[in-house]
């Protein structure tokens, strides 16, 4: 007569038949596959890190510059949001006022379309400026 079946011990683990060859392979294979995933890893970039760009100054002496914005041709467009000034830089040129709010309200808030429209608040209001060659 056979022992009576009893529910496996969760301490006390079966043991599993299995080949101690194959074992040792799968381990070691999977040991070469982490140390290498790990050289990757940790092996320095290939790569040479360039040099960030010099900074370049686009505007001076503002007062309270809080926006800015940079259309697909380079222009730069900011505020000068405690004097109410909208200006303008584009490349090679000298900055010019695209806006100016006649009581000093504040403005902000640029942004370009695609189409070059720009638009800006004045305080709460929304603006905006058709493009200017």
């Given at each position: ?39 990757a890893t940790l092996a320095p970039s290939a790569t040479v890190a ?84």
């Amino acid at each position: 007569m056979s022992a009576p079946l009893r529910p496996p011990n969760p301490l006390r683990p079966e043991k599993v038949n299995v080949s101690t060859s194959t074992t040792k392979r799968r381990l070691i294979a999977a040991g070469i596959t982490a140390l290498a995933a790990t050289a990757a890893t940790l092996a320095p970039s290939a790569t040479v890190a360039q040099a960030p760009p010099k900074a370049s100054t686009v505007a001076k002496d503002l007062l309270s510059p809080l926006s800015v914005e940079v259309d697909a041709k380079g222009a730069v467009y900011y505020s000068e949001n405690f004097a109410g000034k909208l200006l303008v830089k584009r490349p090679g040129k000298k900055a010019k006022v695209l806006y100016a709010d006649d009581k000093g309200r504040e403005v902000g808030a640029i942004s370009v379309a695609s189409d070059g429209t720009v638009y800006f608040v004045r305080a709460a209001a929304l603006m905006k400026r058709t493009p200017v060659a």
